[in-house]
């Protein structure tokens, strides 16, 4: 099945910087990679997802770039602010009849400092 | 607006109690997943389901089982508790189908066995 790395496990930035968090997948068939934002005691929610057939893709501070050949994903978060101090999932999926699930990174808990 | 509810947000059971978690989705998703969420071993998939009456299982289903008899739900069993199924337990569900493929989340039961 799917494997899914995840690092840095935490990650502490100054209010302003930025933020990189690294995924790396070993199923090739993998087309579609979500990240997820979770809150303090709160659902995991959808930021940002990026296709196979993608290498890139930006939703204000928010970005995500996909190497296919060296299977691995990353997301970067500019000019940060204290609310986006939460624990991050990557995920790696396919779009199959009865395969899509989804296998999650082990997160990676993001402080950012006033 | 999608929901996915589960029927409690806090559980305590005793070792050996057979405890069922149940999932509603409201959206008329044809994936349903259980996923159990432990610190620094992120989100790891326990069963999944991909139309009613059909269930896999996903990477730790030892000590579980699944029923999906209606679409809309999906249940989670544990037929022995144990205490090493304390954990944050998440439902989730997800649409077939290559335009939506956002997988969306309950808020969780957090089970302790004890």
């Known amino acids: 099945g799917e494997n899914v790395e995840q690092h840095p496990s935490t990650l502490s930035v100054q209010e302003g910087d930025s933020a990189v968090i690294k995924c790396t997948y070993s199923?090739?068939?993998?087309?579609?990679f979500p990240w997820y934002k979770q809150e303090l005691g709160k659902r995991p929610q959808l930021i940002i997802d990026?296709?196979?057939?993608?290498g890139e893709k930006k939703d204000q501070r928010i970005a995500v770039t996909l190497n296919k050949t060296a299977k691995h994903f990353s997301l970067h978060i500019t000019e940060t602010q204290p609310e986006d101090s939460a624990v991050y999932f990557c995920?790696?999926?396919?779009?199959?009849?009865?395969?899509?699930?989804?296998?999650f990174g082990t997160g990676t808990s993001l402080t950012v400092i006033p | 607006d999608v929901k996915v509810t589960q029927s409690s947000r806090y559980l305590v059971k005793r070792t050996g109690e057979k405890v069922f978690l149940e999932c509603v989705q409201d959206?008329?998703?044809?994936?349903m997943f259980w996923y159990r969420q432990d610190p620094g071993l992120g989100l790891r998939l326990i069963y999944f389901?991909?139309?009613?009456?059909?269930?896999e299982k996903g990477d730790i289903p030892e000590g579980y089982s699944v029923s999906r008899e209606k679409k809309e739900r999906f249940s989670l069993i544990l037929e022995s508790a144990s205490t090493n199924q304390t954990s944050m337990y998440l439902c989730?569900?997800?649409?077939?189908?290559?335009?939506?493929?956002?997988?969306?989340f309950g808020q969780g039961t957090r089970l302790t066995v004890v």
């Open positions: 389901s991909y139309d009613v009456k059909m269930k």
């Open positions: 995920a790696a999926s396919r779009d199959f009849y009865t395969g899509n699930q989804f296998y």
């Open positions: 959206m008329d998703h044809e994936n």
């Open positions: 990026i296709r196979s057939n993608v």
């Open positions: 989730a569900s997800r649409p077939t189908g290559t335009g939506v493929t956002e997988a969306f």
């Open positions: 199923d090739s068939a993998s087309n579609y």
